[in-house]
């Protein structure tokens, strides 16, 4: 095997998980201010097979397309200008997004300054299960709605990649937290800090929540998800939605009610990747990986991330 190429998951053209392909591609070399990774593992988010089936990123994509954005592995090489790390330094990152960064591949180049030290307590595995998930839900609670001590929050779909990780870190914060999930994820909810649950399968959560003041919209439209929690919002608070952005029907719902709305794109943010490993070290957050799957396995991975019933994330790993 040569040095000059690696293993990779690629897709030709979108469509079903049977497009994506392992196979080996040319190494990408770093260039200045950028360092080569090795990566030891890549998370898997929902952007990465909408993307693949010619949703989510996939206008900003070209092919053939590595897909990928969460990566936590060991810096190999750095490029000129690099003053910030060093050849095996352990680092995760969600670099690029949204255009492509190639996480499915034994390799990946991006800017140093995108890249965090991966949390020391914690694997390769876990570290890859991190950015994406982290970082939205973090811009959401922090940079975005500025959560403060005393603040009701509504997560919904807390049981998943985003979700689990925006009840803790809004519960760091010292949120009120209230969280929607089938019932069989309650107690571990319960676990990672929700003061209350919601199974919305069994009741309509905007009439269970009460009065929040933020609400960390996981859903979207389905169900009218999104306007429907303006009910459960206090006029002046805020509906954050993040999988396709403000709806019409969430726009005219707040502006009857006196709600705010805003839209989320998760951005890569090494500062925030360096406070949220503090927090796992700290023993404050932690984060949940379903199962990990060698990269071969892409597809496997991606049928069951689409069956939208995974808790936490899902991982693919390069190495044994």
């Known amino acids: 095997m040569s040095e000059q190429t690696m293993r990779a998951v690629t897709i030709e053209e979108f469509g079903g ?54 990566v936590s592995g060991t810096v190999e090489e750095v490029g ?38 991966k949390p020391a307590s914690i694997g ?12 939205t839900a973090w811009q959401a609670l922090v940079d975005t709605a500025g959560v403060t001590s005393g ?7 807390a049981a998943g990649g985003v979700g689990h990780l925006a009840v803790q870190f809004a519960k760091n914060l010292g949120a009120e937290v209230i969280a929607t999930a089938r019932e069989p994820r309650h107690a571990w909810l319960r676990e990672l800090g929700a003061d209350e649950t919601i199974d919305y399968t069994r009741q309509r959560f905007e009439e269970a929540a009460g009065e929040v003041d933020v609400v960390i919209d996981l859903v979207g439209s389905l169900d009218d998800t999104d306007a ?12 954050i939605s993040v999988p396709s952005g403000v709806s019409q029907n969430l726009s005219d719902a707040a502006a009857r009610a006196g709600v705010r709305t805003s839209p989320l794109l998760v951005e890569p943010d090494a500062t925030a990747l360096t406070a949220i490993a503090g927090l796992v ?26 069956t939208n019933r995974t808790r936490g994330k899902l991982v693919l790993t390069t190495t044994d």
Do not use: C
């Not at 390769?124 to 970082?135: C, D, G, K, S, T």
């Not at 984060?287 to 496997?300: C, D, I, N, S, Y």
């Open 124 to 135: 390769h595995v876990e570290a890859a299960a991190l950015p994406l998930a982290a970082l």
């Open 17 to 70: 998980p049977e497009m994506l392909t392992p196979g080996r591609v040319a190494r990408p070399e770093p260039l200045p201010t950028e360092v080569l990774v090795r990566v030891h593992a890549a998370g898997i988010n929902p952007v990465d097979w909408k993307t693949r089936a010619g949703q989510g990123m996939a206008g900003l994509q070209t092919m053939p397309l590595i897909l990928g954005w969460d």
């Open 281 to 306: 070290d700290s023993g404050a957050v932690r984060v949940e990986v379903e199962r990990a799957f060698p990269l071969e396995a892409a597809a496997e991975a991606h049928r069951q991330g689409e």
């Open 228 to 239: 429907r929690s303006v009910a459960a919002t206090r006029r002046g608070g805020l509906v």
């Open 151 to 157: 603040q009701r929050v509504l997560v919904h779909a």
């Open 80 to 117: 000129f200008g690099v003053t910030t790390l060093a050849p095996g330094d352990e680092v995760y990152a969600m670099p690029w997004f949204p255009r492509p960064a190639g996480g499915y591949a034994e390799f990946v180049t991006a800017p140093s300054r995108q890249f965090a030290r």
